[in-house]
């Protein structure tokens, strides 16, 4: 079975550019989370979607938001880029609170340098 | 406060000599700990999941057990490609805004 697939892998923006993640779950999981790792605050967690549905958000600004697709494939979005926003995002699936298993598989990430 | 700590932050071992790593929680309602391995650059990697006290599981070098207040990730004979970051996670609820990382142990191991 594939693992979690993220594009680009890297991305090189500007200070107030705008950029879009991409993230495709294993086959069959509903649920997608999506999180910030910095060398200094470790892993922060960003936003969960379920079944199209934003269940769950972290505590980061408006600048940061996502959405889910059909297929359970979900993007994420940051606008007016800053130099604190340099990190590695991961995307991680799962099948979903609902089935009972917490388990969270994760993407291989991608790194987004803000100049 | 829901809460997991990691120690050591960093441990540097010799090839074959073992050790364990530990990771202390304090959440309420406990639905699930998991261990992974994160390399650098590269996103943590699924090791193990444990859900109540004295379970125990095993894959090649590494165990990982759990009691009431803290699991361990024991390493035994360990190789030099172990040397990753090895992150604890804990579940205290639904959603993955419930789910607690540790700030991870730097493993080194030398040849």
């Known amino acids: 079975k594939a693992g979690v697939t993220q594009t680009p892998r890297y991305l090189i923006k500007t200070r107030g550019q705008q950029v879009t993640l991409s993230c495709s779950p294993i086959?069959?999981?509903?649920?997608v989370s999506w999180y910030q790792q910095t060398p200094g605050q470790g892993l922060q967690f960003l936003f969960e979607?379920?079944?199209?549905?934003?269940?769950n958000k972290g505590n980061f600004p408006g600048r940061f938001s996502g959405r889910q697709f059909s297929n359970s494939r979900s993007e994420m979005n940051v606008s007016t880029l800053e130099l604190g926003d340099s990190a590695l995002y991961l995307c991680?699936?799962?099948?979903?609170?609902?089935?009972?298993?917490?388990?969270?598989?994760f993407g291989p990430g991608t790194r987004l340098t803000v100049t | 406060e829901d809460q997991v700590t990691q120690s050591p932050e960093a441990l540097r071992l010799q090839e074959g000599e073992s050790s364990s790593l530990n990771c202390s929680y304090t959440?309420?309602?406990?639905?699930?700990l998991f261990w992974y391995r994160q390399d650098p650059g590269k996103g943590p990697e699924f090791l193990f999941t444990?859900?109540?006290a004295g379970e125990e599981k095993e894959k090649e070098r590494l165990k990982a057990t759990l009691t009431k207040k803290e699991s361990f990730l024991h390493i035994t004979a360990p190789k030099p490609e172990d040397s990753a970051t090895y992150l604890c996670a804990v579940q205290a609820g639904t959603g993955a805004n419930n789910l607690f990382f540790g700030t991870g142990t730097r493993l080194t191991v030398i040849p």
């Open positions: 979607y379920f079944s199209e549905t934003q269940r």
């Open positions: 959440v309420s309602g406990l639905r699930g």
């Open positions: 086959s069959g999981h509903r649920s």
């Open positions: 991680a699936s799962s099948l979903g609170w609902t089935s009972g298993n917490y388990e969270q598989y």
């Open positions: 444990l859900y109540s």
